[in-house]
């Protein structure tokens, strides 16, 4: 049984930041590509970031709105992703959710499993 664990959501400031992350269980981590989704109230889903598995070398895609401020990192010893968020902004508001692929580092991708998710508040 596949189980993908998000946690390190919270409160914080506008400019701070935080660092989430999935631990996943029951599939051969280092085989998928790995990323996080977001859905804030009363919008879609929106792709954040991905991390490929070994086989596309661990190769990182990012949403416009959060390059240079978030860095997506994996560690296949530990079967965790993380996501590092710096500089957040009120817009980064939203249920975090991390998800898995077989299917490379790609945010259109079917992704095959979700976390339940954790959420994150940017507010002062």
């Known amino acids: 049984q596949v189980q993908l664990v998000e946690s390190g959501g919270g409160l914080v400031r506008p400019g701070g930041s935080l660092r989430l992350s999935c631990a996943a269980s029951?599939?051969?981590?280092?085989?998928?590509?790995m990323g996080w989704f977001r859905q804030a109230p009363g919008k879609e889903r929106e792709f954040v970031a991905v991390q490929g598995g070994s086989r596309s070398g661990g190769s990182t895609r990012y949403a416009d709105s959060v390059k240079g401020r978030f860095t997506v990192s994996r560690s296949d010893i530990r079967n965790t992703l993380y996501l590092q968020m710096n500089s957040l902004k009120p817009e980064d508001t939203a249920l975090y959710y991390c998800a898995a692929t077989l299917y490379g580092p790609n945010p259109a991708a079917t992704y095959d499993y979700w976390g339940q998710g954790t959420q994150v508040t940017v507010s002062s």
């Open positions: 029951g599939l051969t981590f280092s085989r998928y590509a």
